[in-house]
């Protein structure tokens, strides 16, 4: 199994709304609704911010949103603020394995 | 509120097996629930490594299946990881985490912190 693709980078200033993209394939995204993402400071675990493609966790910003179309999903981050400036990282179920994204470093400008 | 700690080794020799625990508070591993290893090696992505039920049942990624072996102690309420023939590749910080959700499908909520593994002689 491939990992799925993500950018490398997205920036985007205070207040901003930013889009990253997490393209699989039909045996990963495009075939199941069990998108997930997390969210990764330096040094700290990673943290569940969607799951089930478009739920929140409790405790989680609704400024975090999760959609998908196809083989491709999506975490937009509305009103950007610093404090989302980290890594953030896509995982699908595979049908009896689960892949992660490549990842995409968040800049807040 | 369900926690998680990893321990183990934070050195190991090329070649040899890598050995981890998970030590699981705040929830009965028998109740359910899937329990799985993720790693990162430094200043790259996240890798799923595999997960397992309470029952045993296991579930690996295709790439590391032939050297990676889960189990489960019910009874000491933790999970454990070995990775065998091991390289520097294997370098990482490995977590455990909990499937939140429907078995495999489930997302990962909560993590451990995290424990770094250096391979080298």
């Given at each position: 199994?491939?990992?799925?693709?993500?950018?490398a980078?997205?920036?985007?200033?205070p207040?901003?709304?930013i889009?990253?993209?997490?393209?699989?394939?039909?045996?990963?995204?495009?075939?199941y609704?069990?998108?997930?993402?997390?969210q990764?400071?330096?040094?700290?675990?990673?943290?569940l911010?969607?799951?089930?493609?478009?739920?929140r966790?409790?405790?989680?910003?609704?400024?975090?949103?999760?959609?998908k179309?196809?083989?491709?999903?999506?975490?937009?981050?509305?009103?950007?603020?610093?404090?989302?400036?980290?890594?953030?990282?896509?995982c699908s179920?595979?049908?009896?394995?689960?892949v992660?994204?490549?990842?995409?470093?968040?800049?807040?400008? | 509120?369900?926690?998680?700690?990893?321990?183990?080794?934070?050195?190991?020799?090329?070649?040899?097996?890598?050995?981890?625990?998970?030590a699981?508070?705040?929830y009965?591993?028998?109740?359910?629930?899937?329990?799985?290893?993720i790693?990162?090696?430094?200043?790259?992505?996240l890798?799923?490594?595999?997960?397992?039920?309470?029952?045993?049942?296991?579930?690996?990624n295709?790439?590391?299946?032939?050297?990676?072996?889960?189990?489960?102690?019910?009874?000491?309420?933790?999970?454990?990881?070995?990775?065998s023939?091991v390289?520097?590749?294997?370098?990482?910080?490995?977590?455990c985490?909990?499937?939140?959700?429907?078995?495999?499908?489930?997302?990962?909520?909560?993590?451990?912190?995290?424990?770094?593994?250096?391979?080298?002689?």
């Amino acid at each position: 199994q491939s990992a799925l693709t993500q950018p490398a980078s997205v920036s985007g200033s205070p207040g901003q709304s930013i889009t990253i993209s997490c393209t699989g394939t039909s045996s990963d995204v495009g075939g199941y609704n069990y998108v997930s993402w997390y969210q990764q400071h330096p040094g700290k675990a990673p943290k569940l911010m969607i799951y089930d493609v478009s739920k929140r966790p409790s405790g989680v910003s609704n400024r975090f949103s999760g959609s998908k179309s196809g083989n491709t999903a999506s975490l937009t981050i509305s009103g950007l603020q610093a404090e989302d400036e980290a890594d953030y990282y896509c995982c699908s179920y595979a049908g009896s394995s689960k892949v992660f994204g490549t990842g995409t470093k968040v800049t807040v400008l | 509120q369900v926690q998680l700690q990893e321990s183990g080794p934070g050195l190991v020799k090329p070649s040899e097996t890598l050995s981890l625990t998970c030590a699981v508070s705040g929830y009965s591993i028998s109740s359910g629930y899937y329990w799985g290893w993720i790693r990162q090696p430094p200043g790259k992505g996240l890798e799923w490594i595999g997960s397992i039920y309470h029952s045993g049942s296991t579930y690996y990624n295709p790439s590391l299946k032939s050297r990676v072996t889960i189990s489960v102690d019910t009874s000491k309420n933790q999970f454990s990881l070995k990775l065998s023939s091991v390289t520097a590749a294997d370098t990482a910080v490995y977590y455990c985490a909990t499937h939140f959700g429907p078995g495999l499908k489930g997302a990962f909520d909560p993590w451990g912190q995290g424990t770094l593994v250096t391979v080298s002689s």
